[in-house]
Structure formats: structure tokens, C-alpha cells
């Protein structure tokens, strides 16, 4: 599988692994959403954070962000994790006390091994530096990656399985486009020295980097500068970078904002916003993308049309190679929607129509940003992006089965809410974090995108019963993200709740027992068990043997009486159990004799019937304790036999 975060790509391998959906299940959707960071009770208007998100092979989570109150204010970097199922731990403070950090990147190892990287403003120059943590570890002290005499940014880093971890970033004099750096940090080791990977006496910019399963690596940035040429660099695991540059897009030098992502194969795949001028009086944007098989890059293909604006693309790959491109669509033409498009190719080039995954109100509405589109192992892919819902910013989502169409978006957020990051994790849930701001308050809010239905294990219904008698079932429900929620529904018109029950049932039959669980996504699961209920001659017709007995009546006090004084009502302990005398009785008699002594029914216990004997009316052989006696707690146990046949003569 390909997961996705902050340019970092790592390919796990989940063959036989994964949780597929037990017979009679359904999938839903989005847990509630809850905090991930601290709230802040004095937000502004200018409040807010910048976040990004990132998870494991078992969906443990790790998310960071820069937190500010207002313009102008000191600015942190925190970092906190969440088991899968689990909530937020308390936040760790990574930057340093004094600096200014920006544009935080994280990435995880299918082990849990996790590195982060973003750049600071320290008073006197920009400077990109990295903190680890070792799977169930602490965190490093922040590291310099960068010259301390330069202007550092737009810092990306990956990981792969083994936990090697290698940024990417660009240098230069303040206020100018630099090149491109990079440095490689072995898992348990320092980081290296940093090093060119662009030509230095060229502008660059906007650099990603990629690693497969192997750990080789794939980088990409921009050459010219935000808008020029696409290029590419490989270096194999353990091994150095290529010496030259390719060249990914066209010579036109108009290229911008490019994603990469790699499949299951370790083949990369690139999309970028294109520019074209096609007359002095205006200028188009479409969206181009190529493909890099057996090491070398396909000529460029245009995937969106050419008439309109095509902006900010972004890239989901599956582990097979079929890709998911998004972008924001602006027609220039009247009588067109503005929102989102996507488009979906296989891996061997061949692409399917253009669809909206959204669709704004109004064309003067801000346009969507800041889209991460996540695939998982089977290919189904989820997109999230932050949109517009007047007066706020929104967080949004939508989801595409393999081979089907897009549902229709869900809002995730409540209130100004902006700049959302999500991850996937192999069995298809997808942890998503933004900024989230209600009144005077603020805080990182996370959701959790959950597929997988909850299974019902230890399923236990007895194959019989006896009308008349309860009868005990239970489940063992579990999901990932508890609790589950179970019904029952007992195939006679009865129905009951929670994972251990009882039921009576009136009438002989077949009865077919169904069990459904829920989790808080509304994914459900089912199972059926049959029963079948034998009948009871001891009851006569037209009695309900499951009918509730009737308390005694009160004693009728009178005025006369020593017990009717005010004294001698007041509350007192009760009456006590004093067990009746049941031996012959029918065991619902025996059940009403006991309610009305103030006892409970213990356990039920019917000795076997000799091979070949006909079935015949249970009554009460023994009682434990017997007749007369007080039982601790009140709970009397019942033996029971066949009736004996009366024998004329």
C-alpha cells in the first residue's frame, strides 16, 4: 500500500493482511470529532495553526503543529500521537524557545519510527531543522539541517520502512530564489551534512521527495524557480543520488506546484499545474502528468482540459499503480461549475472521464485548498479539503469506491475551521486534523474516517429452548474504534441490547436469532443464529408462560390494628426470602411462588432424559437451599425432572 503525507511516500506490505468486511456488514463513515491539541480561550480573529498528520502500519497517529494566538505572536511547534481506537496525548513542545516555526512535515515508518522537519526564523536568519522519535520513544532535541548563514524553506522529508529518513529543502540569500539541499538521517543515527541536489547556480523551488518499500528515493522541484521546469533525481537504498537532473515536464518552463507519489512496484508517478498563453490577452491553466516505469519518464500527458483555470492539483496512488488526480476547476466559459474535478487512470496510461467531486454556490466564493487525496490498499480513495460555507471556511470530504462514483461531500467541522492535513492507514482509516475556531476559542480538531465494521465474535445461541424458559445468548463485539453498539433481534418480535441477554420465548418453533452491531461511524455488522423452541405441556392454554407473575397483594391495615400506628409503617429492611415448598411444580409455577416469597430464580438445571424416553412436562425434583430455609442473597437454584406418569389400573 502507498500512503501518503507531506510529500513523504513509504509502501507497506499488507498482502493477507488486511481486514475485509464479515458477511452481512456495511461501511459508514466519520467518527465525531474531538481535540487534538490543548484549547486556547483567548483566540482572535487571527488565531490559528498550521498542522500536519501522519500514521503507522497499525494507525497509530502522530500529528504536529505551529500554534499562534495573533498576528505578530510567538509561535510553537508541538507534536502529539494517538494510539489507533484511542485520543490525543498531551502535546510536546519541539521548537526552540525563541524561534519562529513554520511549515511543520511529518512522517512515520509502518514501525511507528517518525521524523519531523520545518523551518524557524531565529532573529538573524531561516533555518530548517528535524526532530525524531524512535517507535514507543521520546523525542530528539531539534537538529540544524541547513547553513546557519543562509535562508532556509520549504522543507520536505520521507521515511522509509527500515526508519531512514531523508529532507529535502531550498537554500539561498534572503529574499531569492535558492537550490535545492538535502541530508539523510540512518534509523538510530545523525543526520548528514547537507548537500546540492539542484544545480546551485540555478533558481528551485517547491521540492518533494518520495521512497518506495526498498527505500529508494524519488525528489522533484521546481528549476526557475515557483513556475519553470519539473525535474527528478533518483537515488537507489544505501546508494548515491544521480548525477543529473531529469528533465519531467516540457521545455515551455511554465510548470508549478508538482505532487509525486509511488505505487507497489516502485514506479512514480508526477502531476503539476501547467501554463499556457494563448493569446497577449490571457492565460490557461491545465493539469499535465507523467509517469516514471523501469527508470524512465513518459512525455507528459494533459488530463484536464485546456479551456479554464486547473489549479493546485494533488495525487493518490494505489499499490497497483492506478492513479487519482483532483484539482480546483475555473471555466472561463459562462454556464459552467466552479469547484473540484478529479480524474482516474490505471497504470497502464488509460484514463477515465472528468467528474466534479464539488461544486461552489457562487463562482465569487473562495476557491477550495489546501486538498489531500489519500488511497488505500483496495484503491478506494477519500479526498479532504478546506471549502467555503458563508460566513467560514469549511473542512470537507468525499469518498470514491473502486470502480464508482464520488459521494457526495460531508462537512467534518463546525465553525472557522481551514488548512486541513490527513493520512491513511493500511486498513483504510483516515485521520484527519485542521484548525478549528468557535468565538474565543481554538484549538487542532481531528476526525477519524473509519470503513471497517465491527465484528461480532463468540457469537452464543443456544441450538434449543423450552417455552417458557429464558434463554441466556451473548456476543463479543470489538472494533478498532469502540464502543459497538449491539441489538438483538429475537426472531418472535422480541428485541434486546448489550452484548450478554436473556429471552423467553411463548411458542414452540424455529426461530431465527439476528445479532447487529454498530460502531460510532454507523458501520454495521450482522449475524444470524436459528433456535428451536420446544414446547412445555405444563402450561395450560390461553396462560402465558412468559408472563411476568403478579405481586402479592399488600396486607389491608386497620386503624385498630398495632401495625397500622405511624410507628410501625415506617421503612423498614423488607421482607426476607423464605423458600417455598416446590418440589412437583412446573417451572413457571415454581417462578411465581419464588417472586411472590420475595426469592430469585438461581440457575436452572434439567437432569437428561434415559434414550428413548418420550419428551414429558419438567418439574422441580430439588431446591438449593430446600424449603424454609433463607438463602444468602435470595437466589434459589432449581433442579428439575420429567413429571411421572400416572398409572391406571
Keep these: 500500500m502507498t500512503v501518503r503525507r507531506g510529500g513523504a511516500i513509504w509502501l507497506l506490505a499488507v498482502v493477507g493482511a488486511l481486514a475485509l468486511a464479515p458477511t452481512g456488514a456495511s461501511a459508514a463513515g466519520w467518527l465525531p470529532a474531538v481535540n487534538a491539541s490543548p484549547v486556547l480561550s483567548n483566540a482572535s480573529q487571527f488565531s490559528g495553526s498550521l498542522q500536519d498528520v501522519a500514521v503507522d502500519a497499525q494507525g497509530n497517529a502522530t500529528a504536529v503543529w505551529v500554534q499562534w494566538v495573533g498576528l505578530g505572536d510567538t509561535k510553537i511547534l508541538e507534536a502529539a500521537t494517538r494510539p489507533a481506537g484511542g485520543g490525543w496525548s498531551a502535546p510536546v513542545q519541539l521548537s526552540q524557545a525563541g524561534e519562529q516555526p513554520l511549515s511543520p512535515k511529518v512522517v512515520v515508518s509502518p514501525d511507528g519510527d517518525t521524523a519531523v522537519v520545518w523551518f524557524g526564523f531565529d532573529g538573524s536568519s531561516e533555518v530548517v531543522r528535524a526532530a525524531t522519535r524512535p517507535a514507543g520513544g521520546a523525542w530528539s532535541q531539534p537538529v540544524a539541517l541547513s547553513d546557519a548563514d543562509e535562508y532556509a524553506a520549504e522543507p520536505d522529508v520521507a521515511i522509509d520502512p527500515q526508519g531512514n529518513a531523508t529532507a529535502v529543502w531550498t537554500t539561498g540569500p534572503q529574499f531569492e530564489y535558492g537550490f535545492v539541499q538535502t541530508a539523510t538521517r540512518p534509523a538510530g543515527g545523525s543526520w548528514s551534512e547537507p548537500v546540492a541536489l539542484s544545480d546551485e547556480s540555478e533558481a528551485a523551488a517547491l521540492p518533494h521527495i518520495a521512497s518506495d518499500s526498498e527505500g529508494n528515493l524519488t525528489a522533484i522541484w521546481v528549476l526557475g524557480g515557483e513556475e519553470g521546469i519539473i525535474q527528478s533525481k533518483a537515488r537507489p537504498a544505501g546508494g548515491g543520488w544521480s548525477s543529473e537532473a531529469v528533465d519531467v515536464s516540457g521545455e515551455e518552463a511554465l510548470s508549478s506546484y508538482p505532487q509525486i507519489a509511488i505505487d507497489g512496484q516502485g514506479d512514480a508517478v508526477v502531476v503539476w499545474q501547467q501554463k499556457d498563453i494563448p493569446a497577449p490577452s490571457g492565460f490557461h491553466y491545465f493539469i499535465q502528468t507523467a509517469r516514471r516505469a523501469e527508470g524512465s519518464w513518459s512525455t507528459p500527458l494533459t488530463i484536464s482540459t485546456e479551456d479554464g483555470l486547473a489549479m493546485n492539483p494533488a495525487l493518490a496512488v494505489d499499490p497497483d499503480g492506478n492513479a487519482t488526480v483532483i484539482w480546483v476547476w475555473a471555466p472561463l466559459a459562462t454556464g459552467m461549475a466552479h469547484g473540484l474535478q478529479a480524474r482516474s487512470g490505471t497504470a497502464g496510461g488509460t484514463w477515465g472521464a472528468i467528474t466534479y467531486v464539488a461544486t461552489r454556490a457562487s463562482a465569487f466564493d473562495p476557491s477550495e485548498s489546501s486538498i489531500q487525496l489519500l488511497a488505500d490498499p483496495q484503491g478506494n480513495v477519500t479526498a479532504v479539503w478546506e471549502g467555503w460555507s458563508a460566513p467560514n471556511n469549511i473542512v470537507r470530504s468525499a469518498y470514491r469506491t473502486v470502480g464508482g462514483p464520488w459521494s457526495a461531500p460531508v462537512t467534518l467541522s463546525t465553525g472557522d475551521s481551514f488548512i486541513p492535513a490527513a493520512a491513511i492507514d493500511p486498513q483504510g482509516a483516515v485521520t484527519a486534523v485542521w484548525s478549528g475556531r468557535q468565538g474565543t476559542t481554538q484549538a487542532v480538531r481531528s476526525r477519524v474516517f473509519d470503513p471497517i465494521p465491527p465484528e461480532l465474535n463468540d457469537v452464543a445461541v443456544p441450538a434449543t429452548g423450552v417455552v417458557g424458559q429464558p434463554v441466556a445468548m451473548s456476543v463479543d463485539p470489538f472494533d478498532v474504534w469502540p464502543p459497538v453498539a449491539t441489538a438483538w433481534d429475537f426472531g418472535d418480535g422480541g428485541v434486546g441490547s448489550g452484548a450478554t441477554v436473556e429471552h423467553c420465548y411463548g411458542t414452540p418453533g424455529e426461530r431465527t436469532v439476528t445479532i447487529t452491531g454498530t460502531d460510532g461511524a454507523a458501520n454495521t455488522t450482522s449475524a444470524s443464529r436459528t433456535i428451536t423452541i420446544e414446547p412445555d405441556a405444563g402450561f395450560a392454554a390461553g396462560v402465558d408462560p412468559c408472563a411476568e407473575p403478579e405481586p402479592p397483594d399488600a396486607p389491608q391495615l386497620t386503624g385498630t390494628d ?35 416469597a420475595g426469592c430469585k430464580l438461581g440457575q436452572v438445571r434439567k437432569a437428561k432424559r434415559p434414550k428413548g424416553k418420550k419428551r414429558r412436562v419438567l418439574v422441580v425434583k430439588s431446591s438449593n437451599p430446600a424449603a424454609g430455609a433463607q438463602p444468602t442473597g435470595g437466589k434459589v437454584n432449581l433442579t428439575l425432572r420429567p413429571k411421572s406418569r400416572k398409572v391406571h389400573r
Design 562 to 596: 398495632p401495625a397500622s400506628t405511624d410507628e410501625s409503617r415506617a421503612p423498614g429492611p423488607g421482607p426476607s426470602c423464605i423458600v417455598p415448598k416446590l418440589v412437583g411444580k412446573t417451572l413457571p409455577r415454581a417462578r411465581s411462588l419464588l417472586t411472590a
